[in-house]
């Protein structure tokens, strides 16, 4: 992981690259809450998502436990309680508060919480001024892992405030933008071959990346091909329509299980309208289904059912870095401020980055000679290796420089309310 | 019930008796919530308590759907989707948001709910002060028991906001005021004889009532004695330092079963110190347990264990009522400010009214001749007769003007997050 | 109880009338267990039931740690591990295998649980032929005690055994009997009314009863009449095709809860046939409803619901036991055979024994100066009395010498897979 | 799959091999089940296990259902209502009766079911021996697929009546033998080393195996090194003595929380003694802990927190079959009777075969190319897909000839009451 490089960012004297990127994105955070009223910060509707300033003060905790505790000489707690409340899931850094009750507690404020942020944020900043040489490296790297932590909050913030509001009767919307209308048709889908062999995927080298994508490793492909784009709504309407939901034969059994036991006949955020038609929750409120769009909020289970239906099955995690691998990091990410997955541009090879997390058909397991990082950090992403799939490529709600080809995201094969897509592909 | 009498209240040219209640109590909901922050309004933490917005908006609710809808000319809904998310439990006015859900909502906000509270007040008074002749007894009738109705959700304001803190590790206090101290120690308990007979109990007259204390009607008691105050938070001590807990033969079989599977081990609120001691938590924050002050929080359960263990019994509600009745209504109600219960102050038959909620051994079932209110208001108490118990006299969150002897309170056995508290009894 | 009469039965040189009842009962528990196959012996359809093998080996446990380990110099335990197993709910007697869990157990089988019956009953006969003259009342009275009760588990056995047959789709039939027809309709419903005043209800004397029936004592009554026979089959048809499970305010508010949540649409064991029409299940099989058949298997709020529907209530316990007791014990109770309810007879007040145990509307609780058995004994009644309601009269799964005016049964508002059934009243 | 070959097993006039297999099997189902008395055919102690006599019957719908329906000219079914009992999991099949509720239906009675079995077994040997020319080989196919398919139940038969038999405190045996004692210590752990390199696994070729070993295709492993033998239950005390279950860090995130909320502290069947030992119960019933013998009933997360414990990893499924497959098909089968892992017994790469099934750090998936069966039986294995950990090598309740190197058996990562075992591996 970044243990392989001493100094992931040149250091400038006074202004570096790092703090630069600190100030930046906590201040991203705090702008993505701007459309929320105080309410707004309190709720948590599942027990999958968090409230708002569950996460502003969670991302804080982060840099208090990991960076200014061991290594801020004098540092003072802003509050003993909060490592209790904000501990999301480390085990190894003592008891938490329980997940599922998150949303039971009114204490501490917003207001108390921004003022947590603000003499957290402080300190990293004088800590940063004035890094004592003998952890120097260790400081730096931890301080970019929390920055990397900080934004990967920051789309689960925007997923967690769609699904919060989507079960409001009220239907409130998140912001009251006009998703930009496509002059042009979706461009047909087409099929981009690429030819097997032993390929290599993983990180490697001195950037950042995260402990899971690391080491970088031989693996032998298959010559496949991929879509040359997302499945959109229409494609996916077809599906719905041709009884996808009610046709076992498509379902792998614990999918077809969940669709029975929660009555699903339709992606997530998806609802009938009295006129018979279909409408769609997103950041923008309640609207018309649109059809050209990528649908999104599907489980692991709905894209493996479609994939079947299609005839065709889903990527390998490695076929699909393999393929992007060579690709720009082009798309519509959280930079555009939108929020929203687009329908595809162009022809050709397009939409692997931003817009959707792509779900792979690969488990989410060890690379061969996979080693966590030392302590409590190695619970980050280890202890997750097992009942999850893969996810690949970003989404509208992940920050373009979080963004990697080798990036793996991973959630549970029921899970919809993150903005998951989905891209065919098959054996050539 | 209240059908029974033309005019609750004389009503004077200009502000009214009944206006002025009306306002005064309107106002009060307001006041109560003075101390809280905006995020202490929308959390739920348990099935049973609501958002204290929910209950700000569902009293409104109240006027609006059965005062101003059905009498006031020209009135215009606030929001048509209200009805929906704040109507409680009349299922025949039409399908209402799940109980357990009110702590997921963040809209409408606050400040809307304050608009919606203006809004609806303005249209009563309006409507109080342009009186339509032909429906004038009914519409004064209904303002009136929207008031008590209003006076009851104070209580359960200041209910649910001490259970909404007392799960909060922060422990969060309502408002910081000192519990007056006693100059004098707790008068002795001691036991003041009844002789039975026939009596009368229940509503009658022309005064306001709910339906269930009507009709008013005989029944026959025996020779009974009753203590002369409250136990003590050091005497269920006692109880508790016998293994009260441990001792299964002092519980009735679903007493047991909920000891066993909640691991109670004392009354809701209390809490092992580090040292051995007791702590407790109220509206005043966490402190040391008050040892002569009134045990509180009590379920059915833990009364009827305790009576048993001390060898006598709850009284009956007819016992109680016929004990009463008498006495003049004095008592710590709302009214003075403090929301605790306090040591019984004084000798002879005391804290009948007032401090705590009553258990009695009474299941709660209509009276011999009980007729519901006629339409969707006979829902108001009827359909809760199975399955709870019954409670009497009123506690330091019921407003003292709300109280009656007749009056009947009823949880359920296992509920305790209440201002219960128990008094003993026994035949004579 | 049966602490006041030292010989409840006169004893005889050699057979005694005690010995006798004793060899009858315990003959009878295994008479009605010859229509099944030793798999019918281990099945468990629901947490309310229990497997007819565990009935078999409780009510001998009852006999051998109530009569024998205490009473029988000498006496050999059959086997250690029984009492773990077949404990029903003593806690002081020990700990117990959990309920919901009985029916997981193959072992012990029929064979040695019919061993264990032998043993246990020879140990009783023989303690009975040598009764030790300081405990002879005692004993006695333990020996009555534990008749009794196994007479309550045949009617157990009978219930536990047509649920356990009504969730197989083989439907299979206890007993092949064809239910005698009428040669004449039901007679018409009619009123009988009963003046109001002082009566006293419960048991006193010398003779058997239970604690909870228990003392005799005055209650105030008000004229009422009762319906002078139970509802039918057809009339409550009529409240269904009324759209009685549907109209929310003809129910109580938990009753209403439960009809959604377990979606009844009509009484246990009723069936839609594919003709539109009406089945029925019970010890016979499957059948067409039969319509002048008292409406069996009703839950509590079934009952009131239908009450309700009908402008009329349930009756009171005290009234339905001081218009019962003058009546002659006649009746269709487990002595015909028959395990059904038949049609009412005749003109006048019947059915008030056997056929059906009668809801009434009040709730379980001691009576005033009610004092439970000492010891482990105790446990028998008193400590259900919360949350359950008061059933009257017997019915045809009952023994007609096991029932008595006095005679309280109990049970959830929500169970119905007992013989239970309706009968009006109204105020006079 | 077997569709690739014509005649999996060459025929001869009058009794073929095939026929050989069938009544071999058939038999052998029945002969496991002869120590159970009639009532251990019933239960049902967990919603994985399934009670033998559904056990016996679902083995005989499948011939009935795959194979005589579809090609047996006038064969009559022996009971319409068997398919909705007795089929498992293929919804293209039919409705069947819930798989939780297997355990409450007390008929069919066994006697029932052994006719059942007659008949079905009769009409199979009939169309055996007169195959329809036009059908032979697809009917050849099904039967084999049916013979393949009993032998699975009769290992899941004994692990099932294990469970059942494990929660009953009687402790039954399921048989009397005693395990044989080993001459020698167990030999030492070894590291066998295997250099990488692209490698072939799955099934190719005429012989039987099942959809999911196939098609036969090249996989790139890196030099690895397996322990030469399964971990034994010392060993896996050792990890317990040092807090192995108390200790997170070890642990996968899902692991930790199924060892929170189930309490486990030691493998299924393991149970602390009153003098601080271990004991263990198994088919013999319930005797001290056996600590050479190979530690067995872990789930995935079990064997994985042992092997981090230990700084190894598990083999993944690819390592184990290139390691296996040059090995003869030796072990300790179902075929040895004792249905008890036992210690290893030699120096080397041993108990690959039987003994324990082998948990991989594979998750079940389909091969590249993986083609289900038509139909169907497209069910067996596909729709698994998902959620599932890969287990190699049979068990000791395996039937030798049921074995392959390519077999791959799967369940989900917290099961543990199969025969599962742990063999460690590491990089090279």
Redesign the interface.
Known sequence: MFSGHPKPVPLMPGHSPLMDRFLVVRTRTEALCAPL?????????SMEVSPP?WHLAHTTWFFEAFVLQPFATGYKVFDA?FA??FNS?Y??AGAF?PRP?R????????AQIRRYRQHVGDAVVELLEHLPAEAETEILNRILLGIEHEIQHQELLLMDILF??S????K?AYHAIHAPSSAAPVPEMRWREFPGG?VEIGHAGSGFSYDNERPR????L?DFRLGTRLVTNAEYLAFIEDDGYRR??L??????NTVQSRGWQAPQYWSRCEDGGWGQFDLTGQHALRLDAPVAHLS??EA?AYARWAGKRLPGEAEWEHAAAPQPMDGNFLDSGLHLPLPAQREGLSQLYGDLWEWT???Y??Y??FRPLPGTL??YNG?????Q?VLRGGCCATARDHMRASYRNFFR?SDRWMFSGLRLAE?A
Chains 1, 2, 3, 4 share one sequence.
């Open positions: 009223e105080i309410e707004d910060y309190v709720v948590q509707a300033k309680d209790h409340l899931y085990e190894t508060f009750r949303g039971l507690l009114s204490r501490p404020t917003v919060n509001f079960i409001n009767p009220l409130p032993i490793h031989e693996t032998l298959r076992v034969d379902w792998l059994s614990d999918g077809w692991y289970y493996d058909q690969s488990a397991l060890p061969p000679g190695g619970e202890k997750f290796m097992c009942d799939m094969p054996d």
